[in-house]
């Protein structure tokens, strides 16, 4: 017994006709009766009785057509989930603390790009770029350019984000609205961890020797916000883009910089050979929102 068969049978339950079925099918009447008599002599039992009302179901016929309805919406459910998979795979999307994501979720929407196929996944950018590498993600958010683990991979730069004195309220320059760095050269810094935030020691080191200093590290933090609960202590300073939690943690400010150095880049990471249309798609989305919206509150 074919498809065929099934789906003729419920279109004669339906329409109780030969003739009514046979228009719908687009078949000759006769194709119907001979499908609707093989199926009958399959099953071994009638499943149609011929009444003033049209053609009827049977009991036998009822217990069939409802078996022939689950065959067929399990086939059509089944080629459904087939194509969207081929479709729209799943897209997972790996990122540094940041508030950024949210901004790039919207204009995401902007772009008119379907939301319900990616996930999200905050990393640190070491662990992005190992799971980007084991297939558990297929792009990549992060600060700064890590070379010693991107082997493998493909580097974008999207952005260069403006980084701020953070300094405590209460600290002496907190009222200034610019400040050259080396103001802050007698005073304590925050780093973060360098297992954690490999890029981000050495371009804060970087910035504080192109000022004339070398910055002397008063605590390395586990995380974004560990480093600016510290700051907001009044223990340090630090060297940080705006927006990198996503809640205001009051007890510190941010300074403007008096320097051309004071960016770091945003990255964007993918497999190379990366051929998957999704892919490719909502990497130019990203690349184009950067550079039209400038994200630059990252």
């Given at each position: 017994m074919e498809i065929r068969h099934l789906k003729t049978l419920m279109m004669v339950a339906s329409a109780r006709s030969i003739s009514k079925a046979s228009h719908l099918l687009h078949l000759s009447q006769p194709s119907v009766?001979?499908?609707?008599?093989?199926?009958?002599?399959?099953?071994?039992?009638?499943?149609?009785?011929r009444t003033k009302d049209g053609m009827i179901l049977t009991n036998d016929g009822k217990k069939f057509y409802k078996l022939a309805t689950k065959i067929i919406s399990s086939l059509h459910k089944t080629i459904s989930d087939l194509k969207n998979s081929h479709k729209k795979g799943v897209i997972n999307i790996g990122f540094c603390p940041s508030i950024m994501i949210f901004n790039l979720i919207e204009q995401l929407r902007y772009a008119n790009f379907s939301m319900d196929y990616i996930r999200f996944h905050e990393f640190n950018t070491k662990r992005q770029l190992i799971a980007l590498k084991n297939s558990h993600i297929d792009i990549s958010i992060t600060r700064g350019a890590d070379t010693a683990h991107s082997e493998g991979l493909e580097q974008i730069t999207l952005h260069k984000a403006e980084l701020f004195a953070v300094i405590p309220a209460a600290h002496r320059l907190s009222g200034k609205k610019t400040l050259n760095l080396d103001e802050l050269k007698d005073d304590q810094f925050v780093a973060l961890s360098e297992k954690s935030f490999p890029f981000y020691n050495s371009t804060m080191t970087a910035i504080c020797k192109n000022a004339g200093f070398i910055p002397s590290i008063g605590?390395?933090?586990?995380?974004?916000?560990?480093?600016?609960?510290?700051i907001a202590a009044g223990s340090c300073v630090g060297i940080f883009p705006r927006g990198i939690v996503n809640s205001i943690i009051p007890g510190y400010v941010y300074i403007p910089l008096r320097t051309r150095d004071n960016f770091i880049d945003i990255t964007c990471y993918l497999r190379k050979g990366e051929k998957r249309k999704e892919i490719i798609d909502i990497i130019s989305i990203i690349r184009n929102q950067f550079c039209n919206f400038g994200l630059s509150d990252i």
């Open positions: 009766t001979r499908i609707v008599q093989e199926i009958e002599t399959i099953v071994g039992s009638p499943l149609f009785s605590f390395s933090a586990n995380g974004y916000v560990a480093a600016l609960a510290t």
